[in-house]
């Protein structure tokens, strides 16, 4: 009793000297945290020093111009169709499949051997490396059902691509669809609806929000990606498209954004330092705006039930 | 000892509420309980009285599995048509899981299986030919916790009716499953608010309106008025007694003089050694109140455990 | 109670009962259809692993073994010393988790324990913008920011191209994975035992770093050994950043060019490395695609296997 009483002055009221562990510590914590923050400034910063320049003196002339020897003459303009492109390769393929995927997993499988099997399968695949779906692309897409194809084509980037954010869209769209309560799920059975009434009237309805996100997210992933592609054929360097109509350009040569970015960072010429970084403005633009979307969709639809 | 016992009984014997045996001591406590309420209008009716009439389901040999553990055990019993039948019984003695087996929810819960026969109009419902969705549109639910579809007001009620490819003056189902419901007057003006909007009471009773509007024959309702406060509770029970007209009514709930007041027939289970649920009497309400055969009932219904 | 009902079995109702064969033939297409779309995972990684193993096993038919262990990393003059490749993406990645984990792992405790509903409702998304930036972003970012105002500062003399330039960069990218992984788990520490100790008198600090840190152990294990997946597997940032575009002598040394597994692989797919037929360098693509496959597959299930122990702790 009496070492409590003793006690009990230096608990309740603040000790002499200031706590400065606890501050140091604290201190700490802020600083590790606005690294990232400084980090990402830093990086946006440089960048657009770098690169507004070149927008501002080019124009529109370095968005419609095809990648050239000489940095005055490139622009990125076959890097935006490409991965524009990408884009709708990967909504059109990737999008309907893993939602439903998700949908079958969430909704309808069994729990049984086969769907734990899918289940890991698809957390495993979403752990694989992005340069090895590349491998996939390039032994798959171009070689193997090159005949189909076209070889190192814009088709066979886009299906890499598909493939490597399928995992992503199914596991976000999974989420999304887990998320929406059990008793809205009952409530449509209740009535008499079947399987894909409730799926398709209440559970979709309510969990496109998350889906949405998710796959927004994952296409802004897929935009950012190079070394699958370098792999799955996208050209490094300048190539004409000659008078090909747009269903030629499919089935032949394409580069991306990032795949251009990559290109001219190597190159030696010091006015290539420069063009890339006005290249990377316009691809932090489109990756950003799709993320920034994303984010704010997902915060303003982020439901308590 | 006045007219204690507002537990619904046959009314064609003209001996109107009176308690067929005075009740025991184990009884008081709920009778005097139930006294509170006497001035309510008695719920009841002709109902399930005919023993001949044809039982609206007829429960045979019932157990309900949820992977290896056995919920319910090899209960029969038949529910009475246009009447209410309560389940009471000690927290997870089965009840829900029983209620539930009826109209084939547990179906959606993997895991589960199912022993026994549900015969419906004669017809096994577990029978292999059985579409469970065509049994959930005959015999609809209402759950512990009101869960309106987010949608309107309107699009809740009209849902059913929808998706059962209904043909014919949609607004008019709408409004009578809502009069029907007695909600039909708090919502008329704002039919496309949405349901999420109403208070607790009336989203149940809009719960209650979206499954009449299926036509279905028997409702099941899980602790309806549970997460409800007493007046809208009241408001719950009012209607059953209303509804059992035109449907058949099972009920669970832990609350006995909800049991009481509200239902013709009382089922009540219990929990086993190995925790399965299992018939321990089955009789007219107010012989289970008043008259228990069994000691464990006299033991439940006057409180002394559950 | 026994009612003698006599059952009146109406042959209409057994059918009705039946349901329309027109919603069960929906129903089961549908069924069919979503199941194909879940089958198709199942085709993506069979092909993954096919591709893999039949290309390693062609690659590793044609050459001398005893290739692998030359001295560096020269595809197209028939040298694959496997060794340079491994040392650089171990370099790299001690680099990246040398910065990443402290910083992750401090910011993770801010986020969790000390930081207000606001300061993480700002927060989280910058954190999830940054790891949202391209990685070729990034090898840029450290090839021409990190390299010359840091690592050539830190040890003048050092090329534009080298590993440590790299290895920050890759950091930076591994930075938001691990302070996210480890943050959840912290989360999920239960409040009762951070009121615990506050109920005895322990300071913010104390109950973070004696309780909060203990107690999210698997969870910060999971968040360590992803972030090494995250790394490993990492590829751009090291091809641009790294130089060794031909191939690279062995090193650990930080300041010097070098590649990993991953630039390797990058690098055969691009410029005067451009390769492609049945020649030995090609094949070796497949080859480090397996390595890396198999890397980065038991680092996940390790990973996984903590997440899990987090989940089950609570
Ligand atoms: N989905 C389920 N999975 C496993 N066990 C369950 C599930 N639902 C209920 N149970 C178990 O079955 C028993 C009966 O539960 P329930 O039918 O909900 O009882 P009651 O409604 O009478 O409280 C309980 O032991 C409960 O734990
Ligand atoms: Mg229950």
Redesign the interface.
Known sequence: MTTATRTLPRTIHKSGGADWRGVLFHGLLLVSLLFSLLILFTLITDVLMRGLPVLQERGADFLTRPTSSSPARSGVAQGIFGTLMMAVFVSVVAFPIGIMTAIYLEEYA??NRLTRFINVNIRNLAGVPSVVYGLLGLSIFVLALGPLTGGRSMIAGGLTLAALVLPIVIITSAEAIRAV?R????????????RW?VTR??VLP?AAPGILTGTVLSLSRALGETAPLLLAGAVLGGFSIGSRSFVEQLFSDYTVLPVTIFDWSRRPQAEFRELTAAAIIILLVITLLANTIAIVLRNRYERSW | MPSTLTAPTDRDDGSGSLPTAPPTSATRGVALRIERTAAEPLPGGAAGTD?????AV?LRGVSVYYGSFRAVKDIS??V?PNAITSLIGPSGSGKSTLLRAI?R?ND?I??TRFEGEV?????N?YAD???P??????I????Q?A????KSIYDNVA??PR??GFRGKLDEVVEGSLRRAALWDEVKDKLRQSGLALSGGQQQRL?IA??I??QPEIILMDEPASALDPRSTLQIEELMSELKKNYTIIIVTHNMQQAARASDFTVFLNMGEDRAGYIVE??RTIDIFTNPKNQLTEDYVSGRFG | ?Q????????PS??T????TAA??RRERVIGAVLLSAALLTVVVSTLIIVSLFGGAVDFIRQIDLGTLLADGWYPRRGEFGLMTLVAGSLLVTGIALLLAVPVGLLSAIYLSEYASRRVRRIVKPILEVLAGIPSVVLGFFALTFISPVFVQRLNPGTADFNLLAAGLGVGILTIPLIASVSEDSMRAVPAALREASYGLGARRLTTSLRIVVPAATSGIVAAVILGISRAIGETMVVAVAAGGSGGAKFTVDPFRQGQTITAAMASLATGTDNVAGATAAFQSLFFLGLMLFIMTFVLNQLGDIFVRRTRQQY
């Open positions: 069994p729990d309560p008793s809205l799920r009952e409530a449509g059975y209740g009535v008499g609806a079947s009434e009237l209440l309510n | 023993p001949d009439a044809e039982p007829d019993f038949e009475p109209n929810m959606l993997p895991g015969l419906y109009h004669g017809e419902l030919t059985v579409d969705v065509e049994v959930r549109r005959r609809g639910m209402v759950f916790k869960n309106p579809f987010p849902f059913g998706i059962n719960c979206r499954a509007a299926v089955h009789a | 109670m009612s003698g009902a006599s059952l009146r079995r109406d109702l057994a009705a009962l039946g349901g919603r069960h």
